[in-house]
């Protein structure tokens, strides 16, 4: 056994890694980075718009990097930030038309990662699969 294989989190390193360069070479034309897609992904879901923390806590994004990440995206015109009524430091993030526009593509990418990763499982090991990574997932957010 290699010392690779010895420990678990290797395997969820060489994913993460992969689905980035994955997403910078599908998402370049659009000018789109890796460090930048999860939070489109966030805004993915109706109504398009989320608290910026919210987005730190569904993605384990730390504040600076989301704030350089959506700087980045407002800058391209597919995003923006309006402060809430919440006050300072407290931003609601927006896509822009443009962003919109990005929707299909971005639903596609995604797909297609998927389909790449999961084409040899059958239906019940997707399942497991997803029930499995979702309990994991959850554990980490504790």
């Known amino acids: 056994m290699s010392f690779s294989e010895q420990y678990f989190p290797t395997y ?3 994913v993460y890694r992969k689905f980035q360069k994955f997403i910078n070479k599908e ?5 789109i980075k890796s460090s930048e897609f999860p939070f489109l992904v966030c805004l993915t879901y109706p109504p398009n718009t989320l608290m ?3 987005m730190c806590k569904r993605t384990a994004i730390d504040k600076g990097a989301a704030t350089r990440a959506l700087q980045s995206l407002e800058s391209k015109g597919l995003i923006y930030r309006q402060e809430s009524e919440h006050g300072y430091r407290s931003n609601c993030v927006f896509l822009t038309d443009k962003g919109r526009s990005l929707l299909p593509i971005i639903e596609t990418t995604l797909d297609s990662w998927t389909n790449y990763l999961l084409e040899d499982f ?3 090991e997707k399942e497991v699969l997803k029930k499995q990574l979702n309990s994991i997932t959850k554990k980490l957010k504790d």
């Open 52 to 54: 910026q923390d919210e």
């Open 27 to 31: 998402m370049a034309e659009y000018d």
């Open 12 to 14: 969820f390193s060489v």
């Open 122 to 124: 059958t239906p019940h």
